[in-house]
């Protein structure tokens, strides 16, 4: 049966009829700048920044803005069939959740709320080795739920095999290894708060989880919590690999893996060359390169270059289902969506990720019917138009 997410608008005529509007606005804007309201400063800057002087978290935005989608008439659309498969798991429609770190500083049942809101809606939630949470509590939290877990690589092997051997006993299936953060950027705005929101979230689980990482210290954690974050950040970060090193992670994850942050046609073609299973097109929602290329221009180029022989995902900058479908048509399998459900859970833990999430995923399911459009497979260049 394929889902039919457009139901959601149905739902709310009905509300609208009995006198009662939803809680939280449907509107990504307008619910960013609630955010921002509810939030304390630190928090939402902390998520809503980006890299230097903020011109790539626009960037990601312009290029969604200057393609535009030309719609076709009388294709009969009626019925819509979202699904895919991405790294083997199948889909119901070609959303996940991205890797979102320190969500503890958002909501306090941060990814808890997220991974019960995902399981809700079928929806992969990608779980941060950044977490506030451990890896065990969000996989009880997330029941069913499909888990894929990210990895920051610890500059340790054995904190590495460890962690990876944690994911796998809770059931995560596959692993998405984040390649350009290997140290955090230029960041004013975090730079300003001494990155105490960052420090607050990440200090309560993971310096105090991991036995390896545990092992590695001087002091344990409850000695000197300090100490502990901050070689959590130095070996969380800090050291770049080569693609050569990828064979490590293969050996230590039977499932498949992807890895995120790609923005180069030859990137692409090395990560295949190293054996993996999928790419996640990103700049990392415009936190890491100031002034680096949007990502969805970035896109295109990759597609190409790699074929089928991997899965190609994307992320930075999605908000809308029209993004979605414009991120599809220009190759991706499936896109990753960050800030607005991180935005959604301040307003209401998990009933706010679920609200975003279900808005999401109706505007995509409408958007794809009224563009004359019954399945993703419809989508290809011929469906855009590009301003100049
Ligand atoms: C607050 C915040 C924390 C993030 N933490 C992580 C993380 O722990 N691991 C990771 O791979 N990416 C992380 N990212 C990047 C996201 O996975 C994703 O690439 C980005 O948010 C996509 O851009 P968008 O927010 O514009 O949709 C983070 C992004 C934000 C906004
Ligand atoms: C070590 C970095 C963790 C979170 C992250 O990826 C981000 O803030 O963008």
Same mark, same amino acid.
């Given at each position: 049966?394929?889902?039919?997410?457009?139901?959601?608008?149905?739902?709310?005529? @009905?509300?609208?009829?009995?006198?009662?509007?939803?809680?939280?606005?449907?509107?990504?804007?307008?619910?960013?700048?609630?955010?921002?309201?509810?939030?304390?400063?630190?928090?939402?800057?902390?998520?809503? /920044?980006?890299? /230097?002087?903020?011109?790539?978290?626009?960037?990601?935005?312009?290029?969604?803005?200057?393609?535009?989608?030309?719609?076709?008439?009388?294709?009969?659309?009626?019925?819509?069939?979202?699904?895919?498969?991405?790294?083997?798991?199948?889909?119901?429609?070609?959303?996940?959740?991205?890797?979102?770190?320190?969500?503890?500083?958002?909501?306090?049942? /941060?990814? @808890?709320?997220? !991974?019960?809101?995902?399981?809700?809606?079928?929806?992969?939630?990608?779980?941060?080795?950044?977490?506030? *949470?451990? &890896?065990?509590?969000?996989?009880?939290?997330?029941?069913?739920?499909?888990?894929?877990?990210?990895?920051?690589?610890?500059?340790?092997?054995?904190?590495?095999?460890?962690?990876?051997?944690?994911?796998?006993?809770?059931?995560?299936?596959? @692993?998405?290894?984040? @390649?350009?953060?290997?140290?955090?950027?230029?960041?004013? *705005?975090?730079? +300003?708060?001494?990155?105490?929101?960052? &420090?607050?979230?990440?200090?309560?689980?993971?310096?105090?989880?991991?036995?390896?990482?545990?092992?590695?210290?001087?002091?344990?954690? %409850?000695?000197?919590?300090?100490? !502990?974050?901050?070689?959590?950040?130095?070996?969380?970060?800090?050291?770049?690999?080569?693609?050569?090193?990828?064979?490590?992670?293969?050996? *230590?994850?039977?499932?498949? &893996? $992807?890895?995120?942050?790609?923005?180069?046609?030859?990137?692409?073609?090395?990560?295949?060359?190293?054996?993996?299973?999928?790419?996640?097109?990103?700049?990392?929602?415009?936190?890491?390169?100031?002034?680096?290329? #949007?990502?969805?221009?970035?896109?295109?180029?990759? $597609? %190409?270059?790699?074929?089928?022989?991997?899965?190609?995902?994307?992320?930075?900058?999605?908000?809308?289902?029209?993004?979605?479908?414009?991120?599809? $048509?220009?190759?991706?399998? #499936?896109?990753?969506?960050?800030?607005?459900?991180?935005?959604?859970?301040?307003?209401?833990?998990?009933?706010?990720?679920?609200?975003?999430?279900?808005?999401?995923? !109706?505007?995509?399911?409408?958007?794809? /019917?009224?563009?004359?459009?019954?399945?993703?497979? +419809?989508?290809?260049?011929?469906?855009?138009?590009?301003?100049?």
């Amino acid at each position: 049966m394929p889902a039919q997410f457009g139901s959601y608008q149905s739902e709310i005529y @009905l509300q609208g009829m009995s006198g009662v509007v939803p809680a939280f606005t449907n509107d990504p804007t307008a619910l960013e700048s609630s955010a921002r309201e509810l939030m304390e400063p630190g928090p939402y800057w902390y998520v809503a /920044g980006g890299a /230097g002087s903020g011109a790539t978290v626009r960037a990601n935005r312009e290029a969604f803005d200057r393609r535009r989608i030309v719609p076709r008439m009388l294709t009969d659309a009626t019925e819509r069939d979202v699904s895919t498969t991405v790294l083997g798991t199948e889909l119901a429609a070609p959303v996940l959740l991205a890797p979102i770190g320190v969500q503890s500083i958002v909501h306090p049942d /941060g990814e @808890l709320a997220t !991974a019960r809101a995902a399981a809700e809606l079928g929806i992969p939630m990608i779980l941060s080795t950044a977490s506030s *949470h451990t &890896i065990e509590e969000v996989a009880e939290a997330s029941g069913d739920g499909e888990r894929w877990y990210q990895l920051y690589w610890p500059n340790s092997d054995d904190v590495t095999v460890s962690v990876l051997e944690r994911a796998e006993r809770a059931g995560y299936t596959a @692993l998405v290894v984040t @390649l350009d953060t290997w140290t955090l950027a230029w960041r004013p *705005h975090d730079l +300003d708060q001494s990155y105490l929101p960052f &420090i607050r979230g990440i200090g309560t689980a993971i310096p105090f989880s991991d036995p390896a990482f545990r092992a590695s210290l001087e002091r344990t954690p %409850e000695e000197d919590r300090n100490s !502990a974050v901050l070689r959590w950040v130095q070996m969380f970060t800090g050291v770049d690999k080569s693609w050569e090193r990828l064979a490590f992670l293969r050996e *230590h994850w039977s499932g498949p &893996i $992807a890895v995120k942050g790609v923005l180069h046609p030859d990137d692409a073609r090395r990560a295949v060359d190293a054996g993996m299973d999928g790419i996640v097109v990103s700049n990392h929602g415009g936190r890491q390169v100031d002034g680096s290329v #949007a990502a969805l221009d970035a896109l295109p180029g990759i $597609a %190409e270059a790699v074929g089928d022989r991997v899965d190609v995902l994307f992320d930075s900058g999605v908000r809308t289902g029209a993004d979605v479908i414009k991120a599809i $048509a220009l190759g991706a399998k #499936a896109v990753l969506l960050g800030r607005p459900w991180v935005y959604g859970l301040a307003h209401g833990g998990q009933e706010g990720v679920r609200h975003v999430l279900r808005g999401l995923l !109706a505007d995509l399911d409408l958007t794809l /019917g009224l563009t004359g459009n019954r399945s993703l497979a +419809d989508l290809g260049r011929h469906t855009l138009m590009e301003n100049s």
